[in-house]
């Protein structure tokens, strides 16, 4: 491997918290010195930022971070070390309200360079101990093939404790539909679209961004993108429903890597899927898809079986279903067949 | 833990061949004596021995074993060593005209003590490396919580190669229906139950077997029952469309475990799921069933759901399903909810 070696794999945790008595409570008040000093501790900076009335998304050195009024996203890749800030913004966020966590997700492909890590992110055991620190019922999976291709996930539901199905699926007061993220992660990509997001080819980011056909992915996104030098790219997207996207991209060829992730609602994710697939040309890739109704779940999950195992050149390597507390996860995995991947 | 602890849970070894040109090959003309002396690597004895037209079953020291013409499944536990006679298992099978293998399922749950374990069976990390020296294909999963209440398979699929969906759901020339298969591992069992599978009880098997309801779970089986010195049950069962059932317990309360096992064809399992709790009152069970059509999973995943998240003492803790190249698997994971488990 090259000694420019560069692990696009991110990490993604994502917390939520329990609605606070005080209306005006909102993690969005943290203040931009509070994030920095929050972010030491994970090894990366603020680059970028932009809002609306719903959410605050950040374009990091290493990936994104979304802030709305419950809701912390934190996405970063590299050798970036997103746990070791869990305590301390426990802690801040506390002192704004925000005391109970309902749900959290800590989740991550398998790294191209696992060595290269640095604790606690050595393995997912590693990740599992520490987290395990935090929530005594907390769980942990590996979907896909252990130790080969695969997506780890922890997660810790406060509704564990009793089946909340019910109360989890009635209508949320704002417009976030936030029972909803889909993430596409893809490998060994098309090199001719992987050299669009190199700085000799464009010297801004928004020529990326159009060239590539990325904004007309979810086209009502407004964006904020940025590219890096020699390459790489970033990218955040938030729209008046209070939805987000956001795209990273590691163009090199030997670890190519780019990963999308958004919380759009729709009832199938089928053609957006083929979209950011055809958009980036990947050998294979990952799907995962996270919904608190499981008939969205079911639907996407019979619709991508037809698409991707019949009727394509993609060949469905690995499907799996699960049932959570108060979500449903879908995890698809493909392989485009006539590529040596 | 007591000291006269055993290990209840089983390793399950389930293997197919490729029909072969020779329509007289047959696994059954295997001899007896190749059978004793392929269970000394395993470290188990034949104690009872049942054969219909279809299947030959045999009742061990430590679990079962069934053959029919193409198909061995080998069932160990305790500190049984079932992965050491796979080299000469392949040798024998060679020479009775199978040489190919198109699917292969090695299984387990969790081990209550995995520190008694015997090489390759001191983790599935080491199983897994084991199998794969056989088959470079083959594929690793966790369902589950890792590291805590979770099912271990390691599968291998000729068809991986390909899709060979269609070729699997054609009508079988025998009629074993053999693309189903139902688990149901049952642990913190009732002990006025438990008592039922001691000698102090009952002297003959077939009483236990009859008064504890086992023979009416599937009554068209013909039972082959042992009832071991001072306490533990085993019961092969057979019936004339070559369907098996095999029911397993270890009944000492401090790790008191039941393993129900059948490829009886069903199109909802819901009910004889019902029947087998019903039956053995665990403190909490997995559920896995294999099949090889998907809407049957999907059938008993929606009924479960119903079954045992809203209207029943039992609480779901999780639920995957996965498709595999000729195979869909579900899996589920239950508590009691007034029990201390």
Redesign the interface.
């Known amino acids: 491997m090259a000694n420019n070696f560069f692990e696009g794999v991110e990490k993604l945790l994502e917390i939520w918290f329990e609605e606070s008595s005080n209306p005006n409570d909102d993690l969005r008040s943290i203040s931009r010195t509070q994030w920095e000093n929050l972010l030491i501790f994970v090894k990366c900076e603020i680059i970028s930022f932009s809002r609306n009335q719903h959410i605050d998304a950040f374009v990091l050195s290493e990936s994104s971070m979304f802030v709305s009024k419950r809701r912390w996203i934190l996405k970063t890749c590299g050798t970036t070390t997103p746990l070791k800030c869990l305590s301390p913004f426990l802690e801040i966020a506390s002192l704004h309200g925000y005391k109970v966590i309902t749900d959290l997700f800590y989740s991550r492909k398998n790294f191209i360079k696992p060595e290269s890590q640095i604790a606690p992110h050595k393995g997912?055991?590693e990740e599992?101990c520490f987290l395990d620190t935090f929530f005594p019922n907390g769980?942990?999976?590996?979907l896909?093939?252990?130790?080969?291709e695969c997506w780890y996930l922890y997660t810790f539901s406060k509704s564990d404790i009793k089946?909340q199905?019910k109360i989890k699926s009635d209508k949320n007061d704002d417009n976030l539909n936030p029972d909803q993220t889909i993430e596409i992660l893809m490998q060994n990509l098309d090199p001719k679209v992987m050299s669009l997001f190199c700085k000799h080819k464009f010297s801004k980011a928004c020529d990326a961004t159009l060239n590539s056909g990325i904004d007309k992915i979810l086209p009502d996104m407004l964006v904020d993108d940025f590219l890096f030098d020699p390459c790489g790219y970033s990218m955040n997207g938030i729209n008046c429903k209070g939805e987000y996207m956001t795209i990273h991209i590691t163009p090199e060829e030997n670890f190519s890597y780019v990963s999308f992730e958004s919380n759009v609602a729709l009832n199938n994710y089928r053609m957006l899927i083929n979209q950011v697939v055809q958009t980036f040309k990947p050998g294979k890739f990952i799907v995962t898809i996270f919904a608190n109704k499981?008939s969205l779940a079911?639907e996407t999950m019979k619709g991508l079986?037809i698409e991707y195992?019949?009727q394509s050149h993609w060949?469905?390597t690995?499907?799996?279903?699960?049932?959570f507390p108060s979500y449903n996860l879908l995890f698809a995995q493909y392989l485009y067949r006539n590529k040596n991947t």
């Open positions: 997912f055991c599992v769980r942990s999976y590996c896909g093939s252990i130790n080969l089946n199905f499981s079911y079986e195992s019949t060949k469905q690995d499907m799996q279903c699960c049932n």
